[in-house]
């Protein structure tokens, strides 16, 4: 992985009120031939570092994923996201993995959800600046899917929808730990994956969200809320939803 020498050095975020603004040479990585390199980008609270993935050729689409819940251990580097950006790299697909507020080096502190949202559209913002050809996806596991629900909602509201939304165990209703989730609605394609013995999430709170929406759930057969032993069925899953759909653009 390529890390820019000095990057906390060289990449000085602007000096605007609260310290917040733009990181001079943000988005230098995406212009790198490393199949993955870490990078900080300006958003609404400072830094926000991302792990971004390569493909060997042009990307046929870039995914945005996000990541488990933070105060539970939840990072860009999870076995979850990160066997998704593998996946999703192998077949073309160029991956960012933000790191949510108070991760690594990303600033900022927890925000509930609300806060991590305003990143990830600022991140998609960013990318589409300098990738405005390709066909963005939002994927989420987890709270990550929580907050790529509210991260849909916004790119709709400003004219700019993703492709698709990809929504992997994601944190809906009474969940364990006693946190509660209330998400909007989401697009009609979107492809929600869930564990039948999902410890954290039960499966009955996904299904009576998506029920009046009428969004089909993908039920993965014994699995729980990581996917153990069941990760290369998710990935299969994702794939299969998202073929094609960037050379149909």
């Not at 890390?3 to 060289?10: E, H, P």
């Not at 060997?56 to 994923?65: C, E, L, N, T, V």
């Not at 790119?155 to 929504?167: E, F, I, K, Q």
């Amino acid at each position: 992985m390529a890390y820019r020498a000095g990057l906390f050095r060289d990449s000085i975020l602007s000096k605007t009120e609260g310290g917040r603004g733009r990181i001079e040479n943000e988005g230098w990585s995406l212009h790198m031939n490393e199949p993955q390199v870490r990078d900080l980008w300006g958003g609404p609270a400072g830094r926000i570092e991302l792990i971004i993935d390569r493909p060997a050729a042009a990307p046929r689409g870039a995914a945005i994923i996000a990541h488990p819940h933070p105060l539970l251990g939840g990072n860009a580097e999870h076995k979850v996201p990160a066997m998704l950006a593998r996946t999703l790299r192998n077949d073309g697909w160029m991956t960012l993995r933000p790191n949510f507020r108070g991760v690594g080096a990303t600033e900022g502190e927890h925000d509930e959800g609300n806060g991590e949202a305003d990143d990830l559209v600022a991140v998609a913002a960013r990318l589409r600046d300098m990738h405005a050809d390709l066909p963005l996806v939002l994927i989420g596991f987890s709270f990550g899917g929580y907050v790529q629900i509210a991260v849909s909602q916004k790119l709709v509201d400003s004219g700019a929808p993703p492709m698709r939304l990809v929504l992997v165990g994601a944190g809906i209703g009474h969940v364990e730990g006693s946190r509660v989730y209330v998400p909007g609605n989401v697009p009609p394609d979107t492809l929600i994956i869930h564990g039948e013995k999902d410890e954290r999430v039960p499966l009955c709170n996904v299904m009576r969200w998506a029920e009046p929406q009428g969004i089909p759930v993908v039920v993965v057969p014994g699995a729980d809320h990581f996917f153990a032993r069941r990760l290369p069925v998710l990935t299969r899953f994702v794939l299969a939803h998202l073929k094609g759909d960037a050379c149909n653009r």
